[in-house]
């Protein structure tokens, strides 16, 4: 019992605030052990760096930093142009997004890591300086280049993880209603409307995960993979696991990257199942233009979301797409700096 308590005093971290601000005068223990202040030891959960400072801004510098660094060793590995973009897309792209989602980034900022990356993209593919960032991660175009902007996918999983976030919190705590029903004999039971409970009211311990730790792994205890999908919902107690594939295309190819993306998680999926999980795999496509894909009715469906939750979750993802593009429109034929911070082209 005593290694217990050492062990989470350990983990512990006091705060005191007087008067709005952060005071380390007063201190507290435990079993004779000191509880180290949050000014001592920050604190980090879920890939949040909670401090004394009680703000994002220096966490955001420091991403913002971080992904200089990256973009920086990948240009001086000698390796051929399009394999450092290839790095771009699978290893780094995953790593900048969940401090994006778990910290109050300005859009701004997002625009300027965009601008950071679009530049090392252009130089390692060998294209214009000026080639706008529309032709670089446009869908729309003849000749369509593959990789993500970091605006668009930042603002669309963003949208659709918090309003998942938002169902799990929902729907915590909440038991299935333990009535009896009678029926007249030779009568099929019918469901009342509003009773079709979702799979999240059949757990109370979903765990939702995005990119968690700088690129989202499936948890060890499941499966061994290196497949890294956007977002993913654990209950450890009912052995349950769903998988959740976010895409931004043109409309017209959702069907064709929703079989893709099946395909892709396939084998994966019967792994897991073969590990005795319950295990489900659900892609889903929000179009760059701001529709909705039936992908993603279906997903929210199936979670549970109550007609007004679902509206306002299919609104949030398609607002979140539509505005990306808008943005790269808007900015299609706006000068560009380089990382240097100089005009491009001069």
């Known amino acids: 019992m005593c290694n217990s308590t050492h062990y989470y005093i350990a983990k512990s971290r006091s705060l005191v605030l007087k008067k709005g601000k952060v005071t380390d005068r007063y201190r507290f223990s435990l079993a004779g052990t000191t509880i180290p202040s949050i000014t001592e030891q920050p604190v980090k959960s879920l890939g949040k760096l909670f401090d004394s400072s009680l703000k994002d801004t220096a966490s955001i510098q420091r991403t913002s930093k971080e992904l200089g660094g990256w973009l920086r060793c990948v240009d001086r590995s000698g390796l051929p142009g399009r394999f450092k973009a290839w790095i771009y897309q699978h290893s780094i792209l995953p790593r900048i997004l969940w401090p994006l989602l778990v910290y ?22 060998g294209l214009p300086r000026s080639l706008s960032s529309a032709a670089l991660y446009g869908s ?26 938002k169902a799990i919190n929902t729907t915590k705590g909440h038991s299935k209603p333990k009535t009896i029903r009678f029926h007249r004999a030779g009568e099929k039971p019918t469901i009342p409307a509003g009773g079709r409970l979702g799979l999240l009211t059949t757990a109370t311990d979903w765990q939702l995960e995005v990119d968690l730790d700088k690129q989202l792994k499936i948890p060890s205890r499941i499966t061994s993979t290196r497949l890294r999908p956007d977002m993913i919902i654990v209950s450890k107690s009912t052995k349950q696991l769903i998988i959740l594939e976010l895409t931004v295309p043109w409309e017209e190819r959702m069907e064709e990257a929703n079989e893709r993306k099946r395909a892709k998680y396939q084998e994966l999926v019967e792994e897991c199942r073969s590990q005795g999980w319950k295990t489900y795999c659900e892609p889903l496509e929000v179009g760059c233009r701001g529709f909705a894909g ?45 990382a240097a911070g100089t005009q491009a082209g001069v």
Do not use: H
Not at 147 to 161: D, Y
């Open 104 to 125: 109050a980034v300005p859009m701004t900022t997002v625009e300027d890591m965009e601008r950071k990356i679009s530049s090392y993209l252009r130089r390692w593919l």
């Open 140 to 165: 729309s175009n003849i000749l369509q280049l593959p990789f993500s902007g970091l605006t668009e996918e930042f603002m669309v999983l963003k949208a659709v993880a918090e309003s998942i976030a």
């Open 294 to 338: 039936r992908s993603l009715c279906k997903v929210l469906t199936m979670l549970g979301l109550t007609s007004e939750a679902k509206r306002k979750a299919i609104r949030s993802a398609t607002e979140a797409a539509e505005r990306a593009t808008r943005w790269l429109w808007i900015k299609r034929a706006d000068p560009w700096m380089n």
